[in-house]
């Protein structure tokens, strides 16, 4: 079937209309395309783009002791870091991803926290275990978070909890991650 030009004359109107809605969208696709390319907008589909440049790496993984080995398929880029550092324009040094890392580690550990209350019931050795660990670990997260912070201003403080942390993407904020990212490398 052929679609007529939207602004010939002998053309219905209705007709008219649904080409002009056909060639808004078509407009609409190829700018989010290019967005998703650039990297200003998640790819959100599974088959889009960015799930294809995916790398998907193969381990070998102890399930539990004792037993077999089993091949398990990973993707290698968990996070944001890891996207804006593997891709082919390379967004990010070595360094500050190394820095983006140490902060997203920190932020997840702090946001595990460990029980607030205590037990009931006597506390065994060989139960769930570690509340108490856990707890001072997210607290040691939660200070060395603070002191990263300390360094930063806020702008670059909520740039890199946003993309570090939150795993967001940059965006047109780049440039204020990178000026971050070589401080904390640098600083803490």
Request: charged fraction near 30%; proline fraction near 5%; glycine fraction near 8%.
């Amino acid at each position: 079937m052929s679609v007529p030009l939207a602004r010939t004359p002998d053309a219905p109107e209705g007709e008219r209309r649904r080409v002009a809605a056909i060639l808004r969208a078509d407009r609409r696709a190829r700018l989010a395309a290019r967005d998703i390319a650039m990297g200003l907008k998640p790819d959100m589909g599974a088959d889009g783009p960015a799930a294809r440049a995916r790398m998907v790496v193969r381990d070998c993984v102890e399930l539990a002791p004792r037993t077999p080995r089993q091949v398990v398929r990973r993707v290698r880029d968990a996070c944001m870091l890891d996207r804006l550092f593997h891709r082919a324009n390379a967004a990010l040094t070595a360094d500050q991803h190394a820095a983006g890392l140490r902060f997203r580690a920190c932020w997840l550990r702090a946001m595990r926290g460990g029980r607030q209350v205590q037990r009931y019931t006597p506390h065994t050795g060989t139960g769930g275990g570690g509340t108490m660990e856990e707890t001072e670990a997210s607290m040691h997260a939660r200070r060395a978070i603070d002191r990263a912070l300390s360094l930063l201003t806020p702008a670059r403080g909520r740039v890199v909890c946003a993309v570090c942390g939150m795993d967001e993407a940059p965006g047109t904020r780049i440039r204020t991650l990178h000026a971050a990212l070589d401080i904390l490398h640098e600083r803490w």
